[in-house]
């Protein structure tokens, strides 16, 4: 008997674990792939956190807890969890990543710099913006490793007295008695409360609220520096490119072992799939889009892909996430719809939903995310 089970143990789940463990609670987690896998959303080595957040400035207090936690728990668990190199987000100066990032600096007081394309080009040769375009610059921008998030919260989980299984898919669950029985292929459980945090899979568990939910194959690419160093931590940020078809090209400092190149990636441009029958191979025309992309911006990294991997993004029609307690039942936190921009909130989404299952609410501004909201409605 559990006081929470934690289905999916991906990034969110798996802080939401370490999360209600510290805080006294039995928890029970389940994870249908083992520890830190490749076949969801979270892995692939690196993802952008970024302060100045284009997307909406309400994302900010959350964000700023998040870079408190992350620094936290990478020491609890002794490993690197925030590297912050700096962060590029470029554009014409209407484009949204723009617009947007601008706002939020203004709005929070966010320290950053307004740099025209010649500025640019100059701090970072590797990078060759076109006339008229224009990048924020902000400090504290930098990376996670998803991979390593997972494994810290789960390790720190584990030491509060979670208990946790691998490799075992929940099946089914069911209101019964005060609580729930969640079902996998070897054992039944009993617990009072259900933290839903399936990642591409929820869509399965959420009935009208899942059906909003689209899930979208986006492949990353690994690609061999014309000179590592040029690209290493300290000598690159992250660097965010808009564009007028909102392929939004985005790449990361080189990190880790140079046989296994430099990662850059497109935001939002995904095909609509499903989760079990995806294809995981990434096609040559594929790396061909993406070589061309890299020619016209970042030339020395134009060369040979070294590799490619296929990650899920779990859209929601307004792209904000679905984070709250469920519509129909207040004895389950719905943590979903991350809609390809999550894991830099990974710690501070952990803790919200340790609160709204413990303490059935949260302080932090959650209300973007609310599960009853209309944008999810309207296409429920
Ligand atoms: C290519 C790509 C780039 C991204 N870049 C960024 C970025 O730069 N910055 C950023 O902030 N975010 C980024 N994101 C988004 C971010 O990675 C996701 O929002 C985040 O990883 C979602 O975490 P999750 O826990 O919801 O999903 P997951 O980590 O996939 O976890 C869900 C888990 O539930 C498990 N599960 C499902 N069904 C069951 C079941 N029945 N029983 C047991 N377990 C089950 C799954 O196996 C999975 O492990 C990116 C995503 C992708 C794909």
Redesign the pocket.
Known sequence: MADVAV???????SAAAWHLARRGATVVG????PEA?A????H?E????REAYFEDPAYVPLLRRAYDLWEETGKASQTTLLTLCGGLMMGRPDDDVVVGSTASARRWGIAHEVLDAGEIHHRWPQLTPAEGLVGLYEHRSG?VP?EAS?RAHAALARRAGAELHFE????GWHREGQGFRVETAERDVHADRLVL??????GRWLGALGAALTVRR???FWFEADDWSRYEVGRLPVHVWDDPERLRL?GFPAHGDPAGGVKV?F?RAGGECDPDEVDRVVGDDEVDAMRRHLAARVPGLAGRCLDARV????DSPDEHFVLGTHPEDDRIVV??G?????????PVVGEICADLTLAGHTEHPVELFSPTRAALRSSG
């Open positions: 289905i999916g143990l991906g990034g969110m789940g389940f994870e249908r792939f896998h076949l969801g959303s979270s692939g690196s993802r952008v956190i990376f998803p997972v075992t898919a929940v099946t945090a399936a990642g591409s899979w929820a986006v492949p990353m985005y990636a935001f990650c899920l993004y779990t943590a979903a991350f809609s390809g921009h999550g894991f830099k909130f990974v």
